[in-house]
């Protein structure tokens, strides 16, 4: 079974400069959804893995994160989706942690647990930072272009990813072309 990873900020709602700090500031893309249920329809797995500083930082709290998670999969398991774990990097980047993207832990972690192999996932993210993840996790990677990025910076990335999609609808569309 092929397993997704998905950043969240960027990916599955639009991203803010400032940290998106509860569920008034979420704004989930409306494609997220049914994008998530087509993935599961095809037998994919999708596991978030975010890198989540704005709780070191004591912006927001575990519980805001907590209440924002459930919003994500409150309107994915209305379209009839489901991810299946959500895996945080709440750690600053000074810290010097092994679960912070670039680094894989996060992706290693989730394989570990769900006993699967890394070399059969994607990792789904719209930074360079997401790229190197996935890559280092031996993972395929997909770069979506709804977070800070855009075609030109896309293209002049030192760590090319596999894919540069518009957005998660058609990185989906990507991917069940590929089974």
């Known amino acids: 079974m092929k397993t997704i990873f998905l950043d969240r900020d960027g990916v599955i709602?639009?991203?803010?400069?400032?940290?998106?700090k509860g569920v008034k500031e979420l704004k989930i893309f409306p494609f997220v959804p049914q994008s998530i249920k087509r993935?599961?329809?095809?037998?994919?797995?999708?596991?978030?893995?975010?890198?989540?500083?704005?709780?070191?930082?004591?912006l927001f709290s575990r519980n805001d994160l907590n209440e924002m998670k459930n919003e994500i999969d409150r309107?994915?398991?209305?379209?009839?989706?489901?991810?299946?774990?959500y895996y945080f990097c709440m750690h600053l980047a000074s810290d010097g942690c092994s679960c912070r993207k670039p680094k894989p832990g996060l992706l290693i972690k989730a394989a570990n647990e769900?006993?699967?192999?890394?070399?059969?996932?994607?990792?789904?993210?719209?930074?360079e930072r997401d790229i190197i993840a996935g890559k280092n996790a031996g993972c395929k990677t997909i770069l979506v272009l709804t977070g800070k990025l855009n075609q030109e910076e896309a293209e002049n990335m030192e760590s090319k990813p596999n894919y540069v999609a518009r957005n998660l609808a058609d990185a989906v569309d990507y991917i069940l072309r590929d089974i």
């Open 13 to 20: 709602n639009e991203d803010r400069d400032d940290y998106v």
């Open 39 to 58: 993935l599961n329809d095809a037998g994919l797995q999708v596991f978030v893995v975010s890198n989540q500083q704005g709780i070191a930082k004591g």
């Open 75 to 85: 309107q994915v398991e209305q379209a009839g989706g489901k991810i299946e774990k």
């Open 114 to 127: 769900y006993n699967f192999d890394t070399k059969e996932s994607i990792m789904i993210g719209d930074s």
